[in-house]
């Protein structure tokens, strides 16, 4: 019986060779903030159904939380919201993921008062409803899409 033993070899040697799994994460990690559940569920169907790797979190706090253990790729957050705001929100995972790319959605016309809050920052602002297809573009232009050999898409 003959053994291979392999010793002092760099992971990323290994994942090339097809020995272990690429443990790169497979899809962008997305958090979708609105204390509206209908509509934050929605969205993170429609992202997770897009390829994206989405979770939905129902307020500002809750949010910071997940986005402290998951770093996301971006967080895409209601601006008015009860407690924490969507531009705090956007602001302190800014500070704390600053890779982290930031869509802002709002349907109120208070949104115009608290993005006096964000200047300094390039926050993107959706206006709700927000179509699936716009939303999409929107994240591909903040430099957020899904690998399309990692979801086994042809282009």
């Known amino acids: 019986m003959n053994t291979t033993r392999i010793e002092n070899v760099p992971v990323s040697e290994l994942i090339e060779k097809g020995l272990v ?13 609105d204390d509206e559940p209908i ?3 929605t969205l993170v169907a429609i992202l997770n159904h897009s390829g994206f790797a989405a ?3 129902y307020g500002g706090e809750t949010a910071l939380m997940m986005a402290l253990s998951v770093p996301p790729a971006l967080l895409l957050t209601d601006v008015v919201m009860p407690g924490m705001s969507g531009i705090e929100l956007a602001i302190a995972v800014t500070k704390a993921v600053p890779d982290c ?3 802002l959605f709002s349907g109120q016309a208070a949104t115009h008062d608290l993005l006096k809050a964000a200047e ?8 709700k409803p927000v179509h699936p297809q716009d939303l999409l573009a929107a ?6 899409r899904v690998p399309a050999e990692r979801i086994g898409i042809v282009r």
Do not use: C, E, H, W
């Open 120 to 127: 300094g920052y390039q926050f993107t602002l959706l206006q």
């Open 139 to 144: 994240m591909s232009n903040q430099g957020v």
């Open 39 to 41: 509509i934050t569920d």
């Open 101 to 103: 790319k930031v869509l």
């Open 21 to 33: 799994p690429d443990s790169t994460p497979l899809r962008p990690v997305v958090l979708v903030v």
């Open 55 to 57: 979770s939905a979190a």
